[in-house]
Nanobody, 122 residues
Framework: QVQLVESGGGLVQPGGSLKLSCKAS????????MSWYRQPPGKERYLVAV????????NYVDFVKGRFTISRDDVENMVYLQMNNLKPEDTGVYYC???????????????WGQGTQVTVAS
């Protein structure tokens, strides 16, 4: 079955950095685009970044462009989210999600991990 294990979250001061990791298994990883979602406290989950199955193109929500970088390792079945210059509004639980297709514009799949908490506070 599909398994997604996110890690790398934590408490960081504004301006700091974190790198999130997601280990995927149970599906053909290299044939799927992958994405990261954020769920702020008390709010719905929304898409933050997506990467095509081929590694490019990638796409980001406007308010993380220039600060976040999504990448993937098809040997290790991992997807990463490097987050720099973090802001308090970046706080939330972050989830990875395989897309339904190979292309970055594919729809989200129904598979989710437990998420990893990111808290940006001084």
């Amino acid at each position: 079955q599909v398994q997604l294990v996110e890690s790398g979250g934590g408490l960081v001061q504004p301006g700091g950095s974190l790198k999130l990791s997601c280990k995927a298994s149970g599906f053909s990883f290299r044939t799927k685009a992958m994405s990261w979602y954020r769920q702020p406290p008390g709010k719905e989950r929304y898409l933050v970044a997506v990467i095509d199955s081929r590694g490019a193109p990638v796409n980001y929500v406007d308010f993380v462009k220039g600060r976040f970088t999504i990448s993937r390792d098809d040997v290790e079945n991992m997807v990463y989210l490097q987050m720099n210059n973090l802001k308090p509004e970046d706080t939330g639980v972050y989830y990875c999600n395989p897309r339904n297709g190979a292309d970055y514009y594919s729809s989200s799949s129904p598979y989710w991990g437990q998420g990893t908490q990111v808290t940006v506070a001084s």
